[in-house]
């Protein structure tokens, strides 16, 4: 090999070069071994013994570790079980002249990452078990650094959520406590809701406001999921968007009123991609200007569709959009309508179809407009049309919003 690529292998291994430990009482393959992993790389320690061999493993960072079987003072499984007692990560590769079965099963059981026969003929399996070792070392690295990232990233809302952590009891009250209360504004206009979770903790949330006299803001939000990891995104969306009304004055204007719900929309669509939680929404956000009576509205994957119940009847409200927290750069459209002086609007998360007598989904969305032309007039109707309060455990979590004009 010329004179400048040996010196570019040589740089290129010493900045990759990676520490490995070879135990064994037997000096001629000691060496061996030693000097075809050193030609391959690597930086190889050495010791006659298990003890030499743990002091050396306690005094260097060492990544990888080869150690005979049978020895004496100490064997090979004592030094197994004693590097795996300091050190779960660093990888151990037993080798054995004697190919006994039940050696094979303890070394593996105690942690081993492969086990070689010896004599080793071909010093290539040692090299590919000892790469394959490495990369899998490397690899739960890699994730445990991720995983600490994540927790860094994730802090603030574990620090709102350590609650709900600790006790199941407590995160319910928590959520129950961020739900709004029923509201009924001056110009006849009430907002209420129901929330049934699957279980103690709900991944379905509902919030309302009448913002400055004049804007009657509406949403409900189906997070992805069950219990309590979906409730924490509840609970960092209330957050949310309560700070949005609050420092950035959404839904507070005629401007906000017009592209509004396609604003927070959006916001909370770049949060959650940043922040990777692992979670995606469905949404049904709405707005009601009280003195034109026109609403403004952004359907985002949202199942069934919201219903407009009139004395003409029921029927679905039109609308689609993809769900928020999947798809890095949407826009969704803003639908008007105006809206009759008397009608019920009324919105269910997907978890109502589940408790529906009917097969199909259409099947589900026909019964559903029929129970409703007859009972909407308020929230206490809409439970008992679909009799959620009957449902002893809901499959999945089932909330109901009611927006009402003239009942």
């Known amino acids: 090999m010329p004179a400048p690529e ?16 070879i135990i064994d009482d037997d000096k001629p393959v000691r060496h061996s071994i030693a000097a075809f992993l050193e030609d391959s790389g690597y930086n190889v320690l050495e010791a006659a013994d298990g003890p030499t061999g743990l002091a050396l493993f306690e005094a260097r960072d060492i990544e990888l570790v080869i150690t005979d079987l049978r020895m004496p003072t100490m064997d090979g499984l004592g030094v197994l079980k004693s590097l795996h007692e300091k050190s779960t990560d660093t990888p151990v590769i037993v080798i054995s002249g004697a190919g006994v079965m039940s050696d094979v099963v303890s070394a593996l059981r105690l942690g081993a990452a492969d086990y070689l026969i010896k004599p080793i003929v071909d010093m290539a399996v040692l090299e590919h078990s000892v790469e394959k070792a490495l990369e899998r070392r490397d690899l739960l690295a890699q994730n445990k650094k991720y ?33 709004p209360k029923a509201l009924t504004t001056s110009e006849g206009y009430s907002a209420a809701h129901h929330i049934a979770p699957s279980l103690y903790l709900s991944g379905d949330f509902v919030d309302y406001a009448h913002i400055k006299g004049r804007y009657l803001a509406f949403y409900l939000a189906d997070v992805s999921g069950h219990g309590a990891s979906s409730a924490f995104v509840t609970i960092w969306l209330k957050h949310m968007v309560s700070r949005m009304v609050r420092e950035e004055g959404l839904f507070g204007d005629e401007a906000s009123f017009a592209d509004g719900a396609n604003h927070m929309l959006r916001s909370i669509n770049r ?53 928020v927290g999947i798809f890095r750069d949407v826009n969704w459209k803003i639908h008007s309508q105006i809206l009759p002086e008397k009608f019920s609007l009324v919105c269910f998360s997907d978890g109502v ?55």
């Open 271 to 323: 949060e959650l991609n940043e922040t990777s939680l692992n979670h995606h929404l469905t949404f049904f956000v709405g707005v009601i200007d009280t003195h034109t009576q026109e609403m403004r509205y952004v359907v985002a994957g949202h199942l069934p569709m919201p219903l407009l119940v009139t004395d003409k009847g029921a029927e679905f409200i039109a609308g689609s959009g993809k769900p």
């Open 147 to 179: 995983r600490e990232k994540l927790e860094k990233v994730n802090k603030d809302l574990r620090d709102n959520l350590r609650v709900l952590e600790r006790d199941q009891l407590a995160g319910r009250q928590v959520q129950r406590r961020l739900l």
């Open 353 to 407: 179809l589940e408790i529906l007598p009917p097969k199909t989904l259409q099947e589900k969305e026909a019964y559903l407009l029929e129970l409703l032309a007859q009972k909407a007039q308020n929230l206490e109707a809409v439970c008992d049309a679909v009799g959620v309060d009957e449902v002893s455990a809901t499959p999945d979590d089932i909330a109901i919003l009611t927006i009402t004009r003239g009942y």
């Open 6 to 21: 040996m010196a570019e292998r040589y740089q290129t291994m010493n900045e990759s070069c990676r520490t490995l430990l």
